[in-house]
């Protein structure tokens, strides 16, 4: 699988969650910001290199990690990406785990998802002369880009998750034990706050579109301790594995 054209015109893009704000180890060339029909996307894209290939790469939570899951605006991230040129992105979140499998410290990448949101901006086709479009989305990730993705964990020796069921809360705040609880019975087994409408707009947007999952801690009631001092033990370990597998997806030239 080609993850990019050439490097002036990069195809593949990272959305960064909590704890990837900024990516190491890339070269930045240009930062560029689209005006969209939806308004400002979160920031400014970020085009440049990492290991010498050409990357584009956009803080989900804005510069500064200062937006909240539910205000984001995804429907101009999106777009914003598609308008650059992007045809790939690699979705990268930190998520609290609920399946055992799912500890903190782990990556993994999930092929279904429950959106448990409420009152986010979550199509194009909104009514406003779009028309009207049903998108297929029995399969929610793309199947190409997410066994890529686990066909170079295995290689670069990660500990990887291959699948799983993320839920999508809508935030900010964490989630009840009775809520979890509901989520284990639904069949969740990782929950998040921006797995959607990031995901489906994707798809309509006609992109490539994979999750990589940083589980950082428990969910709630599945630990003792306080949840964020889990986070604050494992968002370190988890991003340092987000590198390595981006090292693997785009060797250096």
Not at 56 to 62: D, E, N, P, Q, T
Not at 124 to 142: A, C, K, L, R, T
């Amino acid at each position: 699988m080609s993850l990019m054209s050439d490097s002036s015109q990069p195809e593949f893009a990272v959305i960064g969650g909590t704890g990837l704000n900024q990516l190491a180890e890339f070269e930045l060339l240009e930062e560029r910001r689209i005006e969209t029909p939806y308004g400002a996307p979160s920031a400014a894209l970020k085009i440049g290199r990492f290991n010498g290939r050409g990357l584009v790469f956009l803080a989900r939570h804005g510069d500064g990690h200062h937006i909240p899951p539910h205000a984001i605006n995804y429907r101009a991230n999106i777009h914003a990406l598609r308008e650059a040129g992007v045809r790939q992105v690699l979705a990268v979140a930190a998520v609290g785990g609920i399946r055992r499998d799912m500890r903190p410290g782990v990556i993994a990448f999930p092929d279904q998802l429950i959106d448990y949101t409420w009152g986010r901006a979550h199509s194009f086709h909104d009514g406003s002369g779009s028309g009207v479009e049903h998108i297929e989305f029995g399969q929610p990730y793309s199947e190409m880009l997410r066994h890529e993705c686990i066909r170079v964990a295995a290689q670069a020796g990660l500990e990887a998750v291959e699948e799983g069921v993320y839920g999508a809360t809508q935030g900010p705040r964490l989630e009840t034990e009775a809520e979890i609880r509901r989520m284990q019975r639904d069949g969740v087994d990782l929950v998040g706050m921006t797995g959607m409408p990031e995901t489906a707009l994707a798809r309509e947007a006609g992109l490539e579109y994979a999750c990589c999952a940083v589980v950082v801690n428990w969910a709630a009631g599945l630990a003792d301790g306080g949840i964020h001092d889990q986070i604050e033990e494992s968002l370190a370990e988890g991003m340092g594995r987000v590198h390595r597998l981006l090292q693997a997806l785009l060797p250096a030239q």
